[in-house]
């Protein structure tokens, strides 16, 4: 909608969107075919069973009883959740006047239309209310802190109430569970499931973000050693030098990075032998020891730090970075794919119940 300043230019706007279905759904979830409205009823369908009418009829976190279940209900929700999403249209997204959305509410040739689509969207996408519905039924048990506290309606799912009959059997006619008890801990079993792959996704992230932080770290460090001079280290005092090798508190770690990047030659020799002048001079054994350390730790930069093999590693980090961060990325997408589904996904029998009952409350039509 495009909005006008003359109020008789909105209402013939507003008039122009209701004669056509295709013209209506279009505008109102934003598609621009009917393959994508699937897509929209999808997350239409979570919404509806939020509004009041739908609280009181269908969804089974708030039914009193399963002998109250209306499908009806269903789409009743479902045409006050399509006049709200009109009445966002008129109001925000075009700024019509607000005395134009209050005349859609009062016009009866309007609302019989959205009911009329409201009942088609209904029938044509049952399932996926179906499935949104069976969500709040399993969600009901799994809200019981105990599996002795889940309440009569789950038992009423399983036995049948009123006219309504089991909704939790299988194709052969036969009941998948007997006990409301049966389904919380199968419900319990797949929640744990759940969580152990998630924490184990997290985990994986960790690891794979520290990798990569310590990658970068490492590239930042070899540039550092690599503009080190003489001077600079001739300039800390023996004992600072040492720390750096053998404090185990943290608090150098990053210096350390640094230091175990120090080019062969001159400036690793150099420490090399002052540790090692450290050791001789030491006055007990502790300090002997960590100044041995100190030494051996810059000998082996004198060996392994050539500046042909400091570039060897720096090219071989930067290299493989991206892999790693094409893992990571990777590793997050499955991280939010597993908090996004279902808990029926993480247990087979609970995935035919939910099935079952996706099937068996189908065959209520309006």
Same mark, same amino acid.
């Given at each position: ?29 934003? +598609? ?6 699937? #897509?929209?009823?999808?997350? @239409? ?15 089974? %976190? ?37 005395? /134009?959305?209050? #005349? ?9 239309? +959205? ?47 009123? *006219? ?29 499931? %759940?969580?152990?792959? +998630?924490?184990?996704? %997290?985990?994986? /992230?960790?690891?794979?973000?520290? %990798? ?51 080019? @062969? ?7 090399? #032998? ?11 054994? /502790? ?6 350390? @100190?030494?051996?730790?810059? #000998?082996?930069?004198? /060996?392994? *730090? ?25 590793? +997050? ?34």
């Amino acid at each position: 909608m495009k909005a006008h300043a003359d109020l008789d230019e909105q209402r013939a706007t507003v008039e122009a969107f209701f004669l056509s279905q295709s013209t209506f759904e279009n505008e109102l979830f934003a +598609i621009d075919d009917s393959s994508q409205l699937r #897509e929209a009823m999808r997350e @239409a369908a979570k919404k509806v069973l939020e509004r009041p009418v739908a609280l009181a009829t269908v969804n089974f %976190k708030t039914l009193q009883s399963y002998s109250q279940f209306r499908v009806e209900g269903c789409v009743l929700a479902l045409k006050e959740y399509i006049n709200q999403e009109v009445d966002y249209l008129i109001r925000e997204e075009a700024g019509f006047d607000s005395v /134009i959305a209050k #005349e859609v509410r009062a016009d009866q040739k309007k609302q019989s239309f +959205i009911l009329n689509q409201a009942k088609k969207y209904f029938i044509a996408f049952q399932s996926l209310f179906n499935e949104a519905i069976a969500d709040t039924f399993f969600a009901r048990v799994m809200a019981a802190l105990d599996m002795n506290l889940v309440d009569r309606i789950a038992q009423e799912v399983i036995d049948g109430a009123g *006219n309504y009959t089991p909704v939790l059997m299988g194709a052969n006619g036969a009941p998948l569970v007997s006990k409301s008890h049966q389904i919380w801990m199968r419900l319990k079993q797949a929640s744990l499931a %759940k969580e152990k792959e +998630i924490k184990n996704a %997290k985990e994986n /992230i960790d690891r794979l973000s520290k %990798k990569i932080d310590g990658i970068n770290k490492n590239i930042d460090a070899i540039d550092k050693a690599r503009s080190l001079t003489l001077e600079q280290v001739q300039a800390m005092s023996l004992d600072e030098l040492k720390e750096i090798v053998v404090n185990e508190d943290g608090s150098r770690t990053e210096l350390k990075r640094v230091f175990q990047f120090v080019p @062969a030659g001159d400036i690793a020799f150099w420490l090399a #032998e002052q540790m090692d002048r450290g050791r001789r001079a030491g006055r007990n054994d /502790i300090q002997k020891s960590e100044y041995k350390r @100190a030494a051996v730790f810059f #000998e082996n930069c004198n /060996i392994n *730090n050539t500046q042909k093999e400091l570039a060897n590693k720096a090219a071989i980090a930067l290299l493989e970075l991206p892999k790693l961060k094409e893992a990571l990325a990777a590793a +997050i997408r499955k991280e939010e794919t597993l908090e996004k589904r279902g808990l029926h996904t993480f247990d087979d029998a609970l995935e035919k119940m939910r099935e079952a009952f996706i099937k068996n409350i189908g065959k209520t039509r309006l």
